[in-house]
């Protein structure tokens, strides 16, 4: 009896090691056959890569595209999970594709504004690179007359464009004119013929000298001046205090007939300072009113299209036609009492 017991037990413990075994043996074979090893996608071509990733019964999934300047268009630079790692089959493979190096176009940037040029760089991926600048009679000063890469030209983004911005045109130089002596409305007459600008008029009192005229002027007489320099006035005033006992009068400015609108200025000089009362663009046949201060301390002037057309003094009953603009205008100058 105790015989049989021995053997039944043998048996028993045989069938047990032979259903482990045979368990084992199982499991691993299903396993070799769900499990695959991730292969090195990385600087393969994508076509190439998704044919082994199908052949091992894998996914792949494209997660994005980006430029890289190291590894060719269309080709994987980095891939999830990496080589080497063991995944089951239908698993998916993501990986990220190269759209190789970065490049642009290089945009046409001649004959446009040097601000306008700098926001269209930055907008196609480009960098400012050296502004140069010099003279050039055929453009506006700030305008683009060349650039270091030609337009079209493919480049990568983030590239530094070299430019060469105009300076507008040569300055003419000459000798600056003798104003002293001169009244200041003509004295402001021989700035604007000398193609010069009014800077700042101030005032002092010299008993020696003739009242409301021009006595000292910077650049001095004689010195080299470029054309739209700023020139300084100094003036003899009267001992007559400032006063405006008579009130304003009203000055009338009237537009000719025509097609075209006027760039019309009405600009004020007095105590040392020059400012615009009226800067508009007038419709033809338009009328402009402004009041005029009386007193012996005020220079008034009338532009049309940039051109000096009269000058007044707040003091004179009538103004002053320029000499230097023969066209006929209607002025109106009507008094009144404040």
Request: no cysteine; net charge neutral; hydrophobic share 40%.
């Amino acid at each position: 009896m105790k015989r049989f017991f021995k053997i039944g037990a043998f048996f028993s413990l045989f069938g047990i090691i032979v259903a482990v075994a045979a368990y084992a043996t199982l499991k691993l074979i299903v396993k070799s056959e769900d499990v695959v090893i991730v292969p090195d996608l990385v600087g393969k071509d994508v076509v190439y890569s998704l044919e082994l990733l199908t052949d091992l019964g894998l996914n792949t999934k494209v997660s994005a595209y980006e430029y890289n300047a190291d590894i060719p268009k269309n080709h994987v630079t980095y891939q999830e999970p990496g080589p080497g790692a063991e995944i089951k089959k239908d698993r998916d493979v993501r990986i990220v594709v190269s759209n190789g190096p970065q490049t642009v176009v290089v945009p046409n940037l001649i004959g446009i504004d040097v601000h306008k040029a700098n926001i269209i760089m930055e907008g196609n991926g480009l960098t400012k690179g050296t502004i140069s600048e010099t003279y050039n009679n055929r453009s506006t000063a700030g305008e683009i007359i060349a650039q270091a890469l030609a337009p079209g030209t493919l480049v990568r983004r983030g590239k530094a464009i070299d430019l060469l911005a105009s300076l507008g045109k040569r300055p003419i130089r000459f000798e600056m004119p003798y104003l002293k002596g001169y009244s200041v409305q003509d004295a402001i007459l021989l700035l604007e013929h000398s193609q010069l600008s009014l800077g700042q008029v101030s005032y002092v009192e010299e008993d020696n000298l003739p009242k409301d005229i021009i006595i000292r002027h910077t650049p001095l007489s004689g010195f080299p001046v470029a054309s739209g320099s700023l020139v300084n006035l100094t003036v003899n005033r009267s001992h007559k205090p400032i006063t405006y006992d008579k009130g304003f009068r009203l000055f009338s400015y009237h537009i000719e007939p025509g097609f075209l609108r006027k760039h019309i200025k009405f600009r004020m000089q007095a105590f040392g300072f020059v400012y615009d009362l009226v800067d508009v663009f007038a419709k033809p046949g338009q009328r402009l009113q402004v009041l005029l201060p009386y007193g012996n301390q005020a220079g008034f002037f009338v532009y049309e299209d940039d051109n000096l057309v009269l000058t007044h003094s707040s003091s004179n009953a009538r103004p002053t036609f320029s000499p230097y603009f023969d066209k006929k205008l209607s002025i109106d100058s009507k008094e009144g009492e404040t």
